[in-house]
């Protein structure tokens, strides 16, 4: 099985962190999502992946470079963004020899168990299975008993004579290389799109809903913050980088990271804060409900702050 993480995206929702950090690096608990979502597809028995990248490419290539994998990893550039469709069949030819692969978001963390996905893809022998799940600020995906996509965002794709479930897309599309050849041959193209009409015409483009485990995007700050409260839990024991250096007198609450090569001064006071990398907070600061991206220099108060360098 082979495997792509769609990685292009300008993440616009997130800047100005975005201007500083491609979304995919974003750090969770410490450690890049993408790093994550190699490894969990490594997991899941990817004997190779392919990324495609734009903003920002070169800190992805940089960073896939630098870690020793076991796999086969290659970064393909778009110089213009090619949108989730384009991205995919610009990679045709990575997946031409494999029975099926997995596309996934670059920023999606989630620990869903996808081989009951994987298997009714199979035995199904469709084009393409949309992997949902149940999530109500997001559901507007419509399956039937059958997994047929009858609806998107309240409007009717195919005709069902079953009720429909309204289930959340996940970023997570498991695709046999039989869909490549209906593809357009070059260019921008969103896939969701272009799933819709080939299920509006009746091939095999179905839903399947995964039950269980956690999903999220981090496409926005919230998002962002919301995924390390639930990963951190109740508990809420700092979580701070071993080549950090904190000084004495430094009191942290609630949900708090601090990066690699970060420097928190004494006296200082941090809350629900995600700190990145190589900061630098000086002595007697009160840092509360922030972020703070790469290299940023902290000094007085900061409350409900995104804070870059500059």
Not at 137 to 142: A, D, E, I, L
Not at 264 to 279: A, E, N, R, Y
């Amino acid at each position: 099985m082979r495997a792509m993480i769609l990685a292009a995206g300008l993440g616009t929702r997130l800047e100005p962190l975005t201007n500083i950090r491609p979304k995919p690096l974003f750090p969770v608990l410490n450690r890049p999502l993408l790093g994550i979502t190699i490894e969990q597809l490594q997991g899941m028995g990817a004997t190779g992946i392919v990324i495609n990248a734009h903003h920002l490419a070169n800190q992805i290539e940089r960073y896939v470079k630098g870690v020793r994998w076991s796999l086969e990893i290659e970064v393909r550039v778009e110089p213009e963004i090619l949108g989730t469709g384009g991205g995919i069949k610009n990679c045709a030819d990575f997946f031409r020899d494999v029975p099926l692969f997995v596309v996934i978001n670059a920023d999606v963390y989630h620990t869903l168990d996808l081989r009951p996905a994987i298997h009714y893809h199979t035995e199904a022998n469709n084009l393409a299975t949309l992997v949902l799940c149940d999530d109500p600020r997001f559901n507007q995906v419509g399956i039937d008993d059958q997994g047929r996509i009858v609806g998107l965002r309240g409007r009717e794709i195919q005709k069902s004579p079953s009720p429909a479930r309204i289930l959340t897309f996940t970023g997570i599309h498991l695709i046999s290389p039989r869909l490549l050849d209906f593809m357009p041959s070059a260019g921008y193209f969103d896939s969701m799109g272009f799933y819709i009409d080939l299920a509006s015409r009746g091939e095999a483009v179905k839903g399947y809903h995964v039950q269980g485990g956690y999903w999220r995007d981090i496409g926005r700050v919230e998002d962002y913050k919301a995924l390390h409260q639930d990963l951190m839990g109740a508990e809420r024991k700092p979580m701070i980088h071993p080549e950090a250096r904190i000084e004495e007198g430094v009191r942290m609450e609630g949900i708090v990271c601090v990066g690699r090569e970060t420097h928190v001064g004494g006296g200082v006071f941090i809350k629900d804060s995600i700190i990145w990398d190589q900061v630098v907070i000086e002595k007697g600061s009160m840092v509360e409900g922030c972020i703070v991206g790469d290299r940023t220099q902290i000094k007085g108060k900061h409350r409900g702050e995104v804070l870059i360098p500059g």
